[in-house]
C-alpha cells in the first residue's frame, strides 16, 4: 500500500511449526492428558510436582509418576477481561495456580468461573476436559467450580502410543515499511523496470538503492536503471521441503550479479536442471504477465539461462 509520502508499506506474517520433542517425562504427563489422566512426578525429597520435569528445584533427578487430582485448589489467580485470540476460552476467565490434590506445587491452568465475583482463593475447581484430545496441555480445556462438576469426568481413551512429539506454532504479523530509496526500486518493479543507485564517489551501484554509499558514506540520491539479465555469481540447491517452498524441491536459489549492478540481487533460476547450475552462467528475468505486476520483487517469476557463454570467474570474483 502507499503512504502519503510515497513510501510502500506491506504486511508480513512470519509463521513456522516447529515440532518438539518432549522427552519421557513430559511425554508421559502429555499422554496422561490425552488419556484424561492427570500425572506429577515424586521429587528425590518426596513431594509431588506438578507439571513434572526431568529435575526438581535442586537438580535432582525426579523418579515414579504419581496420579493427582483431578479436582484441585486455586491458590492464586488474574481475572482477565478480554481474551485474546491464542487464549483457552473467548469469555472472561481467570489464570490461575492450582493445586491439585495430591500435589506439593501448583499448576498454572485457565478457571472458567462465569464471573470474577465467582473467582476466589481457595476455590475447588476441578478439569473439563475437551471431547477430542491429541496429548497437548490444551486437552484441558480449563478448570470450573468443582460444584459444577457435572462435566467433568473424561471420556475413556482409545489404547494408543504415547506422546513423543507436540506442535509449536511461532507466528509473528507485523508491518514492513520500505522506505523511500526502496520505494522506488519496488514501484520500477511494475513497469518491468530494475532500479539501482549510484554513489557519487566510487560510482558503484547498489541494487537496491540504499540512498548512503555504505562504503563512501556519502548520499546516493541517484537513480540508474540495470538490465534484467546477467551473471550467477554463486547459487544454492534446495533439496530439503518445507512448507512455504515455492516449487518441490530441488530448485535452484542464485545471486545474479545484473548488468550495470555491482551487487547481485538474490532469486531463483528455471529451466536448467540443478545440476547444471554453476557460478558464471548467464541468466535474464522471466517477468510475470503485465496484468501481475506489482512493486514487488515478484514480478520477476524466476530467471533462466540464456544459453551464451559463460562469464569468467574474473567478472565475478569482485562481486561476491
Ligand atoms: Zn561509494
Not at 465475583?117 to 480445556?141: F, H, K, Q, Y
Not at 545474479?256 to 547481485?264: F, I, N
Request: hydrophobic share 40%; charged share 20%; proline share 9%.
Amino acid at each position: 500500500m502507499d503512504r502519503d509520502d510515497g513510501v510502500l508499506e506491506a504486511p508480513y506474517r512470519l509463521e513456522y511449526t516447529y515440532q518438539r520433542s518432549t522427552g519421557p517425562v513430559i511425554g508421559r504427563f502429555l499422554t496422561g492428558l490425552r488419556d484424561g489422566q492427570l500425572e506429577g512426578v515424586r521429587t528425590a525429597a518426596g513431594t509431588v510436582m506438578v507439571p513434572p520435569l526431568e529435575y526438581d528445584t535442586q537438580g535432582a533427578a525426579t523418579g515414579e509418576a504419581v496420579k493427582v487430582g483431578p479436582a484441585g485448589t486455586v491458590t492464586t489467580w488474574a481475572w482477565v477481561t478480554e481474551p485474546r485470540r491464542e487464549h483457552p476460552l473467548t469469555q472472561p476467565f481467570a489464570w490461575a495456580l492450582i493445586k491439585l490434590d495430591g500435589a506439593d506445587t501448583a499448576m498454572l491452568h485457565a478457571v472458567d468461573a462465569g464471573s470474577i465475583a465467582a473467582m476466589r482463593t481457595g476455590l475447588r475447581v476441578t478439569p473439563r476436559w475437551r471431547a477430542a484430545r491429541t496429548g497437548s496441555i490444551r486437552d484441558l480445556e480449563c478448570f470450573i467450580p468443582a460444584d459444577a462438576a457435572s462435566a467433568a469426568v473424561a471420556d475413556a481413551a482409545a489404547a494408543a502410543p504415547s506422546v513423543t512429539l507436540f506442535p509449536s506454532p511461532v507466528r509473528l504479523d507485523y508491518t514492513v515499511t520500505a522506505g523511500h530509496h526502496l520505494s522506488v526500486y519496488l514501484r520500477a518493479m511494475q513497469d518491468k523496470r530494475i532500479v539501482g543507485g549510484r554513489c557519487p564517489s566510487c560510482t558503484k551501484v547498489y541494487l537496491p538503492p540504499r540512498g548512503a554509499c555504505p562504503t563512501c558514506g556519502v548520499p546516493a540520491a541517484e537513480t540508474v536503471d540495470v538490465a534484467d539479465h546477467g551473471v550467477v555469481t554463486t547459487f544454492c540447491i534446495i533439496r530439503i521441503p518445507f512448507d512455504a517452498a515455492p516449487f518441490p524441491p530441488p530448485y535452484v536459489a542464485v545471486a545474479v550479479l545484473l548488468e550495470g549492478a555491482d551487487l547481485p540481487i538474490y532469486h531463483l533460476v528455471r529451466g536448467i536442471e540443478p545440476e547444471q547450475a554453476r557460478m558464471g552462467m548467464r541468466v535474464k528475468a522471466v517477468w510475470v504477465p503485465d496484468e501481475q505486476l506489482g512493486p514487488t520483487l515478484a514480478s520477476i517469476k524466476w530467471f533462466e539461462p540464456t544459453g551464451e557463454p559463460d562469464a569468467d570467474r574474473a567478472q565475478i570474483e569482485r562481486h561476491l
